[in-house]
Every structure is written in structure tokens, then in C-alpha cells.
């Protein structure tokens, strides 16, 4: 196992970089989509309310398997997307839609009154929500974040099968090269373990911060 650890070790480092790419972009842009549908979510407006509605339940009741495929082969027809940028939409949409949710119950935790307040004071209700209710959201909002990029970086791996360079695709093709499917896989699931072990250890830590500077500003 060692001497395959060894012969792999450059291939996966690379292939591991390729897939923290892929999982940050694809959050980056599912924390934008969740933020706009978590705010149609809690719209008055029917219609805005419906769409996000439509759009959660589809992408939810859906494999994520399916998804990329319908981004990567589905848009084929109009423009044509390498496997990182097809990989980077189709996840982020997919996370789009659990990220909605998290926005929106964050958002709806936030005591009423201080939004009341805030308008009382004369701010307008695009400047309370900014000011006084999304920084309260977002620290609310930190911990099941952090379980869904776990999530999409265990996610990315399927991109692997529209011809992805992440480090699930590079386990597939060292295990073909080598004939050891067993050590190949395991080693290369001790990789995805070490990137786990090492984002929830930063987000403990920007958890604790969080923390300490609220104590601060309470006290």
C-alpha cells in the first residue's frame, strides 16, 4: 500500500487541489442562487414565493447524478462547457436549492422586532435586512454551511463521470492503471478524509471566533 501511496502521491495532491476548485467555486456560486431563492422563498409575493418553491423541490427530488449530466449534455446543445465549468453549475445549483433553506430559516430565526425597530428608525427595508438582519443570518447560518460543503465536496466526486479531473476520477484511473482496486480506493478515500478533517477543523476555529467577538460586543 505504501508504494502505491507513493506512486499516486503527485497525481492525487494535484487531483485534490482540482477537486477544493471545483467544491469552492461551486459553493460560492450555490451561497448566491441560495441567498436570491431564500429571499423569493420569503417573499409576499406569490409568484417569487411559487418559483423558489418549484425550483427547491425539483432540485431536491432529483439525483444530483442527473443534474450534471443535464448541465454538462443538456446545454451541449447551445454552448458547449468543459467538465470543470459544467461540474462547478451543476453543483452549485444543486447546493443552491439546500442552501435556500438554510438562508431562509436563519433569516426567519432573526427576532422580528429588531427588523420593526430598524424601520422605526427610518431605515428602508433593503437597508435593515442588510444592516441589522443578514449579519445576524449569516452567523446563524455558519454551522449547517459548513455540513453542506463537507457535502459537495463529497458531492464533487460524481463530476468525475462527465470527465472531471477530481481526485474521485484520479482513483479511477490509478485503480485501472495498477490493478489494485482495493488499496487505490482506499488510499484515495483517505485523501477526501484528510480535506474533511482540515475544512471542519478552520470551521471550528472561525466558530470560536464568531463566538468570542459576540461575547465581546454583548459585554
Given at each position: 500500500m505504501l508504494e502505491i501511496f507513493q506512486t499516486t502521491f503527485i497525481g492525487f495532491s494535484k487531483a485534490a487541489w482540482q477537486t477544493v476548485l471545483l467544491t469552492f467555486w461551486s459553493l460560492l456560486v450555490g451561497t448566491a442562487i441560495g441567498l436570491v431563492f431564500a429571499f423569493c422563498k420569503i417573499s409576499s409575493?406569490?409568484?417569487?414565493?411559487?418559483?423558489?418553491?418549484?425550483y427547491i423541490t425539483v432540485i431536491r427530488g432529483t439525483p444530483l447524478i442527473v443534474q450534471i449530466f443535464a448541465i454538462y449534455f443538456g446545454l451541449?446543445?447551445?454552448?458547449?462547457?468543459?467538465?470543470?465549468?459544467?461540474?462547478?453549475f451543476a453543483l452549485a445549483i444543486h447546493a443552491g436549492a439546500y442552501i435556500a433553506e438554510i438562508f431562509r430559516g436563519a433569516i426567519q430565526a432573526v427576532d422580528s422586532g429588531q427588523m420593526e425597530a430598524a424601520r422605526s428608525l427610518g431605515m428602508s427595508?433593503?437597508?435593515?435586512?442588510?444592516?441589522?438582519?443578514?449579519?445576524?443570518?449569516?452567523?446563524?447560518?455558519?454551522?449547517?454551511?459548513?455540513?453542506?460543503?463537507?457535502?459537495?465536496?463529497?458531492?464533487?466526486?460524481?463530476?468525475?463521470?462527465?470527465?472531471?479531473?477530481?481526485?474521485?476520477?484520479?482513483?479511477?484511473g490509478a485503480a485501472a492503471d495498477n490493478f489494485k482496486q482495493?488499496?487505490?480506493?482506499?488510499?484515495?478515500?483517505?485523501?477526501?478524509?484528510?480535506l474533511i478533517l482540515l475544512f471542519t477543523g478552520l470551521l471550528r476555529q472561525l466558530e470560536r471566533r464568531l463566538q468570542v467577538e459576540e461575547g465581546g460586543t454583548q459585554g
Open positions: 409575493n406569490k409568484l417569487l414565493n411559487d418559483l423558489a418553491q418549484l451541449a446543445e447551445f454552448i458547449v462547457l468543459d467538465s470543470f465549468t459544467a461540474g462547478v427595508y433593503p437597508l435593515a435586512m442588510r444592516r441589522i438582519i443578514l449579519p445576524q443570518a449569516f452567523r446563524r447560518s455558519i454551522p449547517p454551511l459548513g455540513n453542506q460543503f463537507i457535502i459537495g465536496l463529497k458531492d464533487s466526486s460524481l463530476v468525475a463521470y462527465i470527465g472531471g479531473t477530481e481526485l474521485w476520477s484520479a482513483g479511477l482495493f488499496e487505490t480506493y482506499f488510499i484515495n478515500g483517505l485523501y477526501y478524509l484528510a
